[in-house]
């Protein structure tokens, strides 16, 4: 069982940067594949990035590709998601999840609660 606690969301102007983190429990937290999703009122979730469990190997949605990164601190337990040159249509409800077997594809076995990002114009 992997518990995730997402924070560092908020409201930030256009352009401007957040990082996320999401801290997960437990002693396996590196043999985990972690995504991080995104749900804007009236959309269907997106993924938007993944991260492989060394860390070595990424995925990034084109939607983001180029203003954010993905990246992990298996010390630390915790999932990093640095968004730059952020636009209105980055407003969303931020999750963090989990996913046990290929990193890439497959569904997601645990989730966080979310971090709300308001990106003003």
């Known amino acids: 069982q992997v518990q995730l606690v997402e924070s560092g969301g908020g409201l930030v102007q256009a352009g401007g940067s957040l990082r996320l983190s999401c801290a997960a429990s437990g002693r396996t937290f590196s043999s985990y594949g972690m995504g991080w999703f995104r749900q804007a009122p009236g959309k269907e979730r997106e993924r938007v990035a993944a991260?492989?469990?060394?860390?070595?190997?990424?995925y990034y949605a084109d939607s983001v590709k180029g203003r954010f990164t993905i990246s992990r601190d298996n010390a630390k337990n915790t999932v990093y998601l640095q968004m730059n040159s952020l636009k209105p249509e980055d407003t969303a409800v931020y999750y963090c999840?989990?996913?046990?077997?290929?990193?890439?594809?497959?569904?997601?076995?645990?989730w966080g609660q979310g971090t709300q990002v308001t990106v003003s114009s």
């Open positions: 999840a989990a996913k046990i077997g290929h990193w890439s594809s497959g569904p997601y076995d645990y």
């Open positions: 991260v492989s469990p060394s860390g070595r190997s990424t």
